[in-house]
């Protein structure tokens, strides 16, 4: 067994981001939250083009966090696969169908000028 990386905000979210490429997401947005909110230090969101492609890409993230460092994420939605949220403390990620994502428009509740496509 290999040795726990050390979870920096920014070595998680550079795990996240990677996973999400990885597993073929789309649309990918990063929104730094420090200062903005105290729920973490960074919002993605994401796209997957089918329900089941959203629940993977969310389960194989968890996954790869919790191999990676240790971390058991939080996750919600993998029973409708619309909308998966993924809790890994200082990062949280959104994983949406496209249709659902334009509904909630999460990007535009975070200002709009902040986000970052990545």
């Known amino acids: 067994m290999s040795a726990l990386k050390t979870a920096t ?6 795990a996240v981001l990677k996973s999400l490429d990885d597993d073929k997401a789309e649309d990918i947005v990063q929104i730094n939250l420090r200062g903005k909110s105290e729920m973490g230090d960074y ?23 919790k191999h990676e460092f240790g971390i058991v994420s939080k996750t919600e939605g993998k029973d409708s696969g619309d909308w998966v949220l993924v809790d890994t403390g200082d990062i949280i990620v959104h994983v949406f169908r496209p249709e659902v994502r334009e509904f909630y428009q999460l990007e535009k509740m975070w200002q709009p000028g902040s986000a970052a496509a990545v």
């Open 43 to 65: 919002m993605i969101i994401a796209s997957g083009r089918s329900t089941r492609q959203v629940v993977g890409i969310a389960e194989k993230l968890a996954e790869r966090i």
């Open 9 to 14: 905000s920014e070595s998680l979210l550079a």
